[in-house]
Structure formats: C-alpha cells, structure tokens
C-alpha cells in the first residue's frame, strides 16, 4: 500500500492519500469550499515537508476548481471583467508570493510563517463565521425567516481612483479594489497552498459589492488560474510540487466533492455554515498550540536537503 | 519467499568460498547487494553483510551514505511562540549512517581508534564552521544526531553482528524508505586487543529507478517544464475525474 513520492523524496500509504483527498473532498462539497486550508495543515500533520505540501496542493486546488468553474462559466455565471481584474492581482499577488516563500525557506522560517498565516487567517475567518451563523440562527429563531443585511453601502472605498464598469456585476467601482483583493489572495495562495475561496467568496459579496449569482463562479475562474500560476513557479523555482502526490489527492478529493454535495443538500444553511466554522477554528487552534507548546527538540535539521 | 531463498544459497556460496580465502586473508566480508533501487513501491530495504574472519577478533561495520552539508536549527521562545532562531551549518555529514557490532562498542578497540574510523554515533564527522565555541558545538552536534535520529536515518544502538561458529559472521543492515540516494561506503573491520588488525571497504549505491526516477530528475532538470506539465496533469486529471463521476 506504500507508494513513493519522487518529489517528496518519502514513501506513503496510497490509501491514505486517496483517503484524505476524499475526506477533505466530501468536506468542500459540503461546504461549498474549495479544502485547501484543510489540506494543507493536514499532510503537514502526517509529514509531508510544509514546502512539498503547499506546492503540491496548489496542483490540487487546480485540478479540483476546474470542473466547478467550466460548469460555472456554461450556466454563465462568471464575470469575466471582474474575474480578469482579480486575476492581474493575483497574477502579481501570487509571484511576489512564491518569491517571499523562496526566501523564507532559504531562512529557516517557511514552516513559522505557514503555520501563522494559518493561524491568524483561519482564526479570524472562523470567528467571523461563527458569530454570523450564531446570529442567524438566532434571528431565524425570533423572525421565523432569514433576513440580510444592506449590500451595497458607499464608503470611502467607492471614492478611489481608476472606476471601472462591470456591467454583469452591476458595478461602477475603482479598478484597484478588486486587484487588491486578488493580491491580497493569491498572496495566501502561494504562502498558504490555498485556494482562497474562503476570503475571495466574502470580500466578493462585501467588500465589493458583487451579487451572489456570479461570486461562486468568477471567484472559481479566478481561483483555477492563480493556483496554476502558482503551481508553476512553485515547481520551477522551489521544485516543491509533488505530482504523484497532487493526483492521489485529486482523485479522493473529486469523489469526496461529488459525495459532499448531494449530503450538503439535504442539511440547513446555517447549521452547515456554523459547522465549518468550528472546522475552521478546529485547524487554527491546532496550529496555534504548535507554535507554542514547548517542542521536544529545540534542534531540528532545516532548509533544503543536502544533495 | 523466493528472494529469501535466493539471498540463503548466495549466503552459503559465498560463506563457503570466504572461508576458503580466509586461510590467507585476516577479513573477507561482502554484502548480499551492492544496489539498493529505489522504486515506485519502495517501503525500505534490508541488504546482509556476511563474511568470514581468519582468527578471533570483534567484528565492526560502519554504512555511510553520501556526505554533504546539514544545517542544524535551534528555536527559541520569542513573544510566547517557538521560533527558529540560531544555526550551525555543518559540512561533510554522512546522510545516512548505520554501525553494527559483535560486541558493545566501548569494549571493541580504543576511544581513538573509534574516532577515527567514526565508529559510534558521537564520532561521525561534522565538520562545524571555524570559530565555534566548545559548547556551542557540543549541543549542536547532540541536536543533529538527535535530528538523524528521528529521521531513522543514523542509528545510536548498533545492530548485532552474529558469528556463526569461531569464524564466519553475519549482520543485517536495514534501509528506511527515506534512505539518501548516492553512493555509500560500507566498512568492515576486525579488531583484536583494541587495535585494527584487518579491514575491508565495499562501495554501494542507492538509486531510484523506474518512473520514480524521471519524475525527480524531470522535476529537477527541467523544473519549468515540469511545471507547465504539473498544470496541465492537473487540469486534465481534474477535468477527467469529475466527467467520469457524472457519467457513473
């Protein structure tokens, strides 16, 4: 059941790859996520180098986000306007990433800064959600039905420079607010190996104001081609991008999706969003006893195999 | 079973003809491979080493792996989390590193001659930068053979070497799946009343082979291409699967 992993340079039981990719898979299309911030910490738990996994995970999120957003982009549910400016920043997010990511390995410090970008993204996001689904339910409870809040709201974002038109978004809004969004991700992306789904789907709806039919799809078309930027330059500058790994993960993670999905409709908005909640914190308050839980060997052998 | 089978009568062969060159030399020994591959289902390996001995003596046998440089980390408490914040690069440290022995080590030979031959967990080479405190040093190097240690990659209790009668011996030396790939050195040494009196080196290799094999080199030589290529596997891998699941 051992399968050797050539970029990783370790052997792993085939079946627990496909297992997790599964598992982690059943989760995203539970939840409507892409996993990766699942992933990730993940095969670092089971002693894939953090390296190996964040590079070989983008392949992953690249693989797993392509069928969504094909499907997406038929139903035309993808603002392309909006997807290409989110794009150029995270084109430009992404390979300022993997470049700060070379240089932190060379440091010593990748594992620190993925398990504190972790520890700080999922703390804050899983907080956030947590309360909103809390308030929902509670609104619900008192109300009978769910209720939103304003959408659009004009605050000094709206007085930037550079206004763009999105007719399929209905928007008249400066151009640099969604490249700093996709910055701002594809940054995560190539520091975290995630998709970024989870911050691009909110920023979407809040920050910028897009409606919800075209979040899911524009933010999967924006998705699919800054991890594969990622995946890219993850492979020819670090060479950290596992593909026998990368497809075993793919795989389960397709099925799990498939699985996810038809379960997910048959449980309730706010309870799911108030699972994935305690899910994501779960991660975040693993991570963060790491870091401060005395280790058990201040030494450790770092940064690059000696070949 | 076979491959068992097969190593047993190469044992035999061998032991029979060892004892036969005995007569005239105080060490034969040789492994039962010189080739370990590393293939798409490597899950580690074991080789045997097995000679003969003219005389009565204690049997030693040193595996190194390739050497090169090994960067050690310390971490300190900063602002309440564990960060990595002092290192000591060591150069010329055997990747891998095995000793076996037919008798407890302290009792086989001399403190000096064990340091020379890097017998002993606390005598493999490396070498730190100049100008490095004594006790600097010291918690260093105990972090990198502690470092090697979890790895399984060194061992710090030796394996047994077993003589068959006064004069053949054999030793089993196990390879974990993250064994180094390069070429090794395997050394024997018979030693009697603290000194040397024979010794034999036999090189071997590890490699990977097979598939394994090009995808590392590809994704090494070639590592932009191999990136286009990791997009595009996954892509179509992506693609593939979720068009299969909708058709089941």
Known sequence: ?307 | MSRAARAAALLLALLLACARDAAAQPLVADLSSHEISITTGFSGTELLLFGATEGEGDIVVVVRGPAGPATVRRKSRVLGIWINTDSVRFEGVPSFYRVASSRPLDQVGTPGMRQRHQIGVGAVSARPPEGTSPERLAEFRDGLVRAKLREGLWNDVPGQVSFMGPKLFRTTISFPPNVPTGIYNVEVFLVKDGREIGAQTAPMRVKKTGIGARIYDFAHRHAAAHGLVAVLIALAAGWAASAAFRRS
């Open chain 1, 1 to 307: 059941m051992q399968i050797y992993l050539p970029v990783a340079e370790l052997s792993a039981n085939w079946l627990l790859l496909l297992g997790l990719g599964g598992g982690v898979g059943l989760l995203s299309g539970l939840f409507g996520v892409g996993g990766g911030f699942l992933m990730t910490p993940l095969l670092i738990f089971i002693g894939v180098p953090p390296a190996i996994a964040v590079g070989s995970e983008a392949a992953q999120i690249v693989g797993a986000s392509v069928s969504g957003a094909l499907a997406h982009w038929r139903r035309n549910n993808v603002d392309f306007r909006m997807g290409f400016v989110l794009l150029a920043g995270g084109l430009f997010g992404s390979t300022i990433g993997v470049q700060v990511f070379a240089l932190l390995r060379k440091a010593g410090q990748v594992e620190l800064i993925i398990a504190l970008a972790y520890v700080v993204i999922l703390g804050a996001i899983g907080s956030l959600m947590l309360a909103e689904s809390v308030r929902a339910m509670r609104r619900q409870r008192l109300t009978g039905s769910t209720r939103r809040g304003k959408l659009h709201q004009h605050t000094w974002l709206h007085g930037l420079p550079l206004k763009m038109r999105f007719p399929k978004s209905k928007l008249y809004i400066s151009a640099l607010l969604p490249f700093a969004v996709g910055a701002f991700v594809g940054l995560l992306a190539a520091l975290m190996g995630v998709g970024g789904g989870f911050i691009m789907v909110p920023a979407m709806i809040y920050l910028l104001g897009m409606p919800t039919s075209v979040v899911v799809g524009t933010s999967l078309f924006q998705i699919v081609f800054v991890t594969a930027n990622v995946t890219f330059l993850q492979a020819w500058q670090n060479q950290t991008v596992d593909m026998v790994l990368a497809v075993l993960l793919l795989v389960g993670g397709v099925v799990g999706a498939q699985f996810g999905a038809r379960l997910g409709q048959k449980l309730r908005g706010e309870q799911l969003r108030g699972l994935m909640a305690l899910l994501v914190l779960g991660v975040a308050i693993k991570l963060a006893v790491d870091l401060v839980v005395t280790p058990q060997d201040a030494f450790s052998l770092g940064g690059g195999r000696a070949h």
